[in-house]
């Protein structure tokens, strides 16, 4: 268990960027509305600036303040890592479309969109978004398995409705990409009815495409549930070997051994609750060998 937990000085400047990034979000949506941009344009705009260079310092911190402790890996190839790793890339549009701006370019929807990326950032300091990457790490195969299977009745679906429906309404199914919308809706259960079939062959089998498409959505929700219960499975039990290994130590829990369990605890991301009850249950087992 290398990871240190943040120190209270890391901890106050992380709330300080959750505000920062939370409050910046919240202002960019707010510019459009076209009654709050007016009123409070010099507002928002001094909230952008302040944030976007609060973000590029961040960055820069990051970029240079990375230091390889391992003998194998260079300072610059962890910088490297950094630039092209998916939150460096979000780190690095949370300030650039603002210094774009600054130095001419109009502000469009598309930047903006690229400035609100900066939500991402707020996955770096909750452990339920690690327990999620964790999780989706563990299962990539089997949700590997479960897009393609999707895919694979979406052709399918795509094809059959087209083949039922492309010579009553060759608007909506004159091809097998325009029949694709309606796989898509109609396999993820969303329903718009916008387009839907109308000869009997076409209902039957949007019947049966229907009835598959509640199974393929629940199949990657299954998944990652059941992901998500293995992993909290094996912290607690990572939790649990720390803790015997240090009450075998000198057979009991020092306040430094408390420390080190509660670093432990937060790295792991179990509730004071759950590490509480754990510890207790160890105790127990160990007095009733005693």
């Known amino acids: 268990m290398a990871m240190k937990s943040p120190s209270t000085f890391q901890k106050i400047i992380n709330i300080i960027l959750i505000i920062v990034i939370i409050s910046s979000s919240i202002c960019l949506v707010f510019t459009t509305e076209p009654s709050l941009a007016q009123r409070f344009s010099a507002l928002f705009w001094y909230i952008e600036a302040i944030s976007s260079f609060i973000f590029f310092f961040e960055y820069l911190v990051r970029l240079f303040g990375t230091k390889s402790s391992h003998p194998f890996t260079s300072t610059i190839e962890l910088r490297i890592r950094y630039l092209l790793s998916p939150l460096g890339i979000v780190d690095l549009f949370s300030f650039l479309p603002f210094f774009l701006v600054l130095f001419g370019w109009s502000q469009t929807p598309q930047l903006m969109l690229l400035q609100l990326l900066r939500l991402f950032k707020l996955t770096r300091y909750s452990m339920a978004f690690h327990l999620l990457a964790d999780v989706l790490r563990d299962e990539a195969e089997s949700l590997m398995v479960s897009v393609v299977l999707m895919f694979i009745i979406l052709i399918f679906a795509s094809v059959g409705i087209y083949i039922f429906e492309h010579d009553v309404q060759p608007e909506a199914f004159g091809s097998i990409p325009k029949a694709m919308w ?45 992901g998500f219960t293995e992993q909290l499975r094996l912290r607690r039990e990572r939790f649990q070997m720390e803790v015997e290994t240090l009450i075998k130590r000198d057979g009991r829990l020092s306040a430094k051994d408390m420390e080190q369990l509660e670093e432990d605890r937060q790295e792991l991301g179990l509730t004071r609750d759950n590490a509480r009850l754990i510890i207790d249950q160890v105790e127990k087992k160990e007095a009733r060998k005693a």
């Open 182 to 226: 309606w796989a898509i809706v109609t396999l993820t259960t969303v329903g718009y009815g916008d387009v839907t079939p109308v000869t009997v062959q076409g209902k039957v089998f949007a019947t049966f495409i229907t009835i598959a498409g509640v199974g393929l959505v629940s199949l990657p929700a299954g998944i990652i549930a059941s």
